[in-house]
C-alpha cells in the first residue's frame, strides 16, 4: 500500500508559515491584500473563488472582489486592471479565465503588473520560471506539487522525474521548477511514442494529462513518486485525477489522492503569493 501524500498535512505546515509572515507585516502597519476579478457566473470560478475568500480570511490577508458582467468591454476591463495595478493597497490579483469570446485574453493577462499577478498570469511572470528571475509568481498549480514533495522530504537531486502535459498552466512550469531541484526531467505529451516506457523511468512523476484515469498500472513500477494534478469528474459523478488510482496505488511508494491533494494545496499557495508580494513591495 501506498503512502498518501495529503494536502491538508502540507497545508497545516504552510498556512502556519503564511499566517506567521501576514501577521509580521501587519504589525509593521502593511495589510496583505488580495483582488479578485471576475467577468461572468461560471460555476467553477464562484466556487474557486469562495475557497480563496474563506483561505484569505484563515490566514489573515484581506479580499477585495470587482465582479463584471459577461458582457464586459475590453476597455473596461483593462480600466479596471490599469486601476488595481496603480492601487498601492492592492498585493496581488486574481483574475479568472478563460475570459468570455469577445476578449482578448492575451492583451488582457499582460495588461497586469508583473509584481502584483500572483498566479502567473503575464507572460513576464512564466518568464521569472523559465530564467529562475524573481519576476512575479510562479503558476499555484505548481507550486502546489513543489510544497508537497518539499514537505514529505523528497529530495529531487539527481532523480529522474517525468511531467505528463505540456501545457504553460502546469506542465512546462512543473519541469522548470523541478530543473530547479536539480531533478533530471523528461515531459510527455500526446504525441509521445510508447509513453509507459518513459514514465516507468520515472523516479518521480507529476500527472497533469487532462483525462480521467488516463494514467493506469502499465505506466508505473514499485519505488515512485506519483503526484496527480488532475481534476475530473467521473461517470459516478464523482472527482478523480488523471491517474487510476485503485489501480495505481497498490504498485507505488507514495501517491497523491484526488480530493485531498494537489489541488487542496493550491489555494494556500495563492495566499502565500499575496503575502510574499506584500513582503517584497
Known amino acids: 500500500m501506498a503512502k498518501q501524500l495529503l494536502g491538508k498535512e502540507v497545508n497545516g505546515s504552510l498556512n502556519e508559515r503564511i499566517k506567521t509572515k501576514a501577521q509580521e507585516l501587519k504589525d509593521k502597519g502593511i495589510n496583505p491584500t488580495l483582488c479578485i476579478i471576475r467577468v461572468g457566473e461560471n460555476p467553477s470560478d464562484i466556487s474557486y473563488e469562495k475557497?480563496?475568500?474563506?483561505?484569505?480570511?484563515?490566514?489573515?490577508?484581506?479580499?477585495?472582489?470587482?465582479l463584471l458582467p459577461e458582457d464586459v468591454s475590453?476597455?473596461?476591463?483593462?480600466?479596471?486592471?490599469?486601476?488595481?495595478?496603480?492601487?498601492?493597497?492592492?498585493?496581488?490579483?486574481?483574475?479568472?479565465?478563460?475570459?468570455?469570446?469577445?476578449?482578448?485574453?492575451?492583451?488582457?493577462?499582460?495588461?497586469?503588473?508583473?509584481?502584483?499577478?500572483?498566479?502567473?498570469?503575464?507572460?513576464?511572470?512564466?518568464?521569472?520560471?523559465?530564467?529562475?528571475?524573481?519576476?512575479?509568481?510562479?503558476?499555484?498549480?505548481p507550486q502546489a506539487c513543489m510544497e508537497i514533495l518539499d514537505y514529505y522530504g523528497i529530495d529531487c537531486t539527481g532523480k529522474k522525474a517525468v511531467v505528463i502535459g505540456r501545457s504553460l498552466v502546469v506542465g512546462k512550469p512543473a519541469a522548470m521548477m523541478l530543473i530547479k531541484k536539480n531533478a533530471t526531467v523528461t515531459i510527455c505529451h500526446t504525441r509521445t511514442k510508447d509513453m509507459p516506457s518513459v514514465t516507468r523511468e520515472a523516479d518521480i512523476l507529476i500527472v497533469a494529462a487532462g483525462r480521467a484515469g488516463v494514467i493506469g498500472a502499465d505506466y508505473v513500477r514499485e519505488g515512485q513518486i506519483v503526484i496527480d494534478v488532475g481534476i475530473n469528474v467521473n461517470e459516478e459523478g464523482k472527482l478523480c485525477g488523471d491517474v487510476d488510482y485503485p489501480a495505481v496505488e497498490p504498485i507505488v511508494e507514495a501517491i497523491t489522492p484526488v480530493p485531498g491533494g494537489v489541488g487542496s494545496v493550491t489555494t494556500s499557495v495563492l495566499v502565500g503569493h499575496v503575502v510574499e508580494a506584500a513582503a517584497r513591495k
Open 74 to 141: 475590453q476597455d473596461e476591463l483593462l480600466e479596471v486592471i490599469q486601476k488595481v495595478n496603480k492601487d498601492d493597497h492592492i498585493h496581488g490579483v486574481l483574475l479568472f479565465r478563460p475570459l468570455p469570446k469577445h476578449l482578448d485574453q492575451t492583451v488582457i493577462e499582460n495588461a497586469l503588473a508583473a509584481e502584483k499577478d500572483v498566479d502567473c498570469m503575464t507572460d513576464l511572470s512564466m518568464s521569472g520560471v523559465f530564467t529562475g528571475k524573481q519576476i512575479g509568481f510562479p503558476p499555484c498549480t
Open 51 to 66: 475557497g480563496a475568500t474563506k483561505r484569505c480570511e484563515t490566514l489573515g490577508v484581506a479580499c477585495e472582489k470587482i
